[in-house]
């Protein structure tokens, strides 16, 4: 099942490298079949610009939203939760199984588990198939 995905993290306080990961995690996305929303980044810009790029079209538009948390973001943390209370969307969270994550995420997934899941990963490339699993349970949510 392919989907509409909007990809969100945090980049203010991560590292370039960090970047380049989750660029690569969006072109294996694209490479698997879906289609990847971008999110305004670190283009120049006004701050209107990047709340009503990414909250109104972005995840308003998406059909999946994606958020890799292994930074600390208040945007993500936005995006989260206008994805999941607003707007409904199916929505995966992801950490690598190393980084902290707020026990706030753990609490959202016993909540509403209807549409939100967390996951843990040791590679980014594994998010690839924590996708596609999510999608085929996900799928009710598409028909």
Partial sequence: MYARIYVGCSLTN???SFDV???ALKGQLR???HEVLEF???SPGDPRDVYKTDIHDRVAKCEMSL???DWPSIGLGWELGTAVEKYRKPTLAVAKRTSVVTRFV????CELNLNFQFRRYDDMSEIVLMVASFLEE???QFV
């Fill in 138 to 140: 996900m799928k009710p």
């Fill in 21 to 23: 990961e989750v660029e």
């Fill in 67 to 69: 958020a890799v948390c």
């Fill in 106 to 109: 753990f609490g959202a997934e």
């Fill in 31 to 33: 490479q698997a079949g």
């Fill in 14 to 16: 991560a590292p370039e």
């Fill in 40 to 42: 305004f980044g670190r």
